[in-house]
């Protein structure tokens, strides 16, 4: 876990009505280059470790006869749940209120096993070697998160960029320097090297692939406010009885870059690590 931070169910509260619409996309051809890594069938199990509002659960579900996504958060299982019954998909889709650090939770076994920038929020070790546990001899493993070393830039579409750094200097005028996380403050923010973790887990490889993004989208007022409040660190509940006063300062700094309340922006490429369990392990 993150030195001297703790996680609390505060983490996400209320952001999940958000989320959905104020997060980018993960790259469009995310699914098809999964489908040929892991030779998907439209058979096995799919195991999402903190899945949000289903974003990749839901995305990836036409590749699985089975997708279960596991997430503490009440709202965001609620979201998760809406999601599936527009897409048709709930029959084939559970979704359970839990900490990762709860598992296997009587779950059963899994062909793959997804953390789409979700993996940092946990005790890294242990649920890294419980989700390895849950994986069938020969599954995976898959960390997928934007590509964080690619530059986007608007030139060429017909909208202002987003000021997310002006919007990120408005939420520490109203909540302080210090990045928040739930009742907590995250003063050297979340950990990283992945990759040493799935190692320690027992875990082989990775191989890496990079889904190339660059689409152009639109984005309006609504769209962006969604963003800042979808955000961990932004929460809506963080900022008590001056939340009103926030967004009207958020929707003011907005329409102050673009009279017409409209963005352009490139979606950002997604890298994904693919982990994964010996065939021969029991």
């Known amino acids: 876990m993150v030195a001297d931070w703790e996680w609390d169910d505060t ?17 469009p051809g995310l699914a ?29 579900a036409h590749l699985f006869g ?16 809406r999601g ?8 084939k889709a559970r979704w359970v209120r839990a900490r990762a650090e709860e598992l296997p939770a009587g779950l059963g ?8 920038q979700s993996f940092h929020w946990m005790d ?5 070697a419980t989700v390895r546990d849950m ?38 005028q109203y909540l302080g320097p210090v990045r928040r996380a739930g009742q ?12 040493a973790v799935y190692a320690r887990a027992g875990l082989a490889g990775p191989g890496r692939h990079v889904v190339p993004g660059g689409q152009a989208l639109e984005r309006t007022v609504d769209d962006v406010v969604s963003w800042v409040f979808s955000m961990s660190y932004a929460a809506p509940h963080l900022f008590g009885p001056r939340r009103d006063d926030f967004e009207a300062d958020v929707r003011r700094l907005l329409r102050e870059v673009s009279p017409q309340g409209r963005f352009s922006e490139r979606g950002p490429s997604t890298e994904v690590f693919v982990w994964r369990r010996g065939t021969g392990e029991r």
């Not at 974003?55 to 990836?60: C, D, K, P």
């Not at 076994?109 to 789409?116: E, L, M, R, S």
């Not at 579409?157 to 750094?165: G, M």
């Not at 907590?184 to 990759?195: I, Q, V, Y």
């Open 84 to 91: 599936a019954a527009e897409r048709g998909v709930a029959g």
């Open 11 to 27: 983490l996400f509260a209320g952001t999940a009505l958000y989320y959905r619409r104020g997060r980018l996309p993960y790259a």
């Open 109 to 116: 076994t899994f062909t793959v096993a997804t953390f789409g």
């Open 66 to 81: 089975e997708v279960v996504g596991v997430d503490p958060d009440a709202g965001m299982i609620a979201e998760a749940g």
């Open 135 to 172: 994986l069938r001899p020969g599954g995976a493993l898959v960390h997928i998160a934007d590509l964080k070393t690619e530059t986007r830039t608007v030139e060429g579409l017909p909208h202002p960029a987003v000021p997310y750094a002006a919007l990120e200097e408005l939420v520490r």
């Open 32 to 60: 098809d280059v999964l489908a040929e890594v892991l030779d998907l069938d439209g058979r096995g199990r799919l195991l999402d470790v903190g899945c949000g509002p289903g974003t990749v659960a839901l995305s990836l």
């Open 184 to 195: 907590s403050l995250l003063p050297h923010g979340t950990p990283d090297n992945e990759a």
């Open 124 to 128: 890294r070790d242990v649920v890294a």
